[in-house]
């Protein structure tokens, strides 16, 4: 009895969810982010300045935590347009105590203006979908402590630089519709690098509001 019990109570929060659930209908959207990156930045030599000078291989710490601002309009239940702005967590070579240099650390630092098509896959009136996007990102690099183009690197130069390069990008999330206007997602995103910038990806748990008709989303008139 008492397990028939527990079995009704949890059909009835199913249920209640169920009957709860919003849809977002068509309309202009804006959302901000934010989440785990990790920017695939290569190992480098160091030339230190102990006598005699040394070289030495030191690995970036690629990790950080990006922040994404974007928006877009959803034409229809299975299709959008998007376009945002991300910034990266920076990479940074952090030069041992044993290679003997007292100055900064060099650092790369990403950020990535991006527009993509969406494709969207809801789960009947759940208020789930699934998506997809694809697209290209405009990727800004820059470095400082001065990451020369051979290869090499000179960690007490002050110097700085930047490069840009268009890249392909693509990704795939979830979404849940917590009202007419305002929708959750978990998304990862990624561009392929080369040349001039590196590969990154980016986990962001990211909310947005939809400018709909609040009626019309929540009866799907």
Same mark, same amino acid.
């Given at each position: 009895?008492?397990?028939?019990?527990?079995?009704?109570?949890? &059909?009835?929060?199913?249920? =209640?969810?169920?009957?709860?659930?919003?849809? #977002?209908?068509? $309309?202009?959207? *804006?959302?901000? +982010?934010?989440?785990?990156?990790?920017?695939?930045?290569?190992?480098?030599?160091?030339?230190?300045? &102990?006598?005699?000078?040394? =070289?030495?291989?030191?690995?970036?710490?690629? #990790?950080?935590? $990006?922040?994404? *601002?974007?928006? +877009?309009?959803?034409?229809?239940?299975?299709?959008?347009?998007?376009?945002?702005?991300?910034?990266?967590?920076?990479?940074?070579?952090?030069?041992?105590?044993?290679?003997?240099?007292?100055?900064?650390?060099?650092?790369?630092?990403?950020?990535?203006?991006?527009?993509?098509?969406?494709?969207?896959?809801?789960?009947?009136?759940?208020?789930?979908?699934?998506?997809?996007?694809?697209?290209?990102?405009?990727?800004?690099?820059?470095?400082?402590?001065?990451?020369?183009?051979?290869?090499?690197?000179?960690?007490?130069?002050?110097?700085?630089?930047?490069?840009?390069?268009?890249?392909?990008?693509?990704?795939?999330?979830?979404?849940?519709?917590?009202?007419?206007?305002?929708?959750?997602?978990?998304?990862?995103?990624?561009?392929?690098?080369?040349?001039?910038?590196?590969?990154?990806?980016?986990?962001?748990?990211?909310?947005?509001?939809?400018?709909?008709?609040?009626?019309?989303?929540?009866?799907?008139?």
């Amino acid at each position: 009895m008492l397990v028939k019990i527990r079995q009704l109570g949890v &059909a009835a929060v199913f249920f =209640t969810l169920a009957s709860t659930a919003y849809a #977002t209908q068509d $309309g202009f959207y *804006l959302g901000v +982010g934010a989440g785990p990156t990790d920017v695939h930045a290569k190992t480098q030599d160091f030339v230190n300045n &102990a006598p005699p000078p040394a =070289t030495i291989t030191v690995a970036p710490s690629n #990790t950080g935590i $990006g922040e994404r *601002l974007f928006m +877009g309009v959803q034409f229809s239940t299975y299709a959008a347009i998007e376009g945002g702005f991300a910034h990266y967590g920076t990479a940074t070579y952090n030069i041992p105590a044993s290679a003997m240099v007292s100055c900064n650390n060099p650092s790369i630092r990403q950020n990535s203006f991006d527009i993509e098509g969406k494709g969207i896959l809801p789960f009947s009136t759940s208020g789930f979908d699934v998506f997809a996007k694809a697209g290209m990102a405009v990727v800004y690099a820059g470095s400082s402590g001065s990451l020369e183009a051979s290869g090499g690197t000179n960690p007490c130069s002050t110097g700085t630089s930047s490069k840009a390069a268009a890249k392909p990008l693509f990704g795939i999330g979830v979404s849940y519709d917590i009202t007419p206007q305002w929708v959750v997602d978990l998304s990862y995103t990624q561009y392929n690098g080369g040349g001039n910038v590196n590969t990154a990806n980016f986990l962001a748990l990211e909310v947005s509001y939809h400018w709909v008709d609040k009626y019309c989303g929540q009866f799907l008139c």
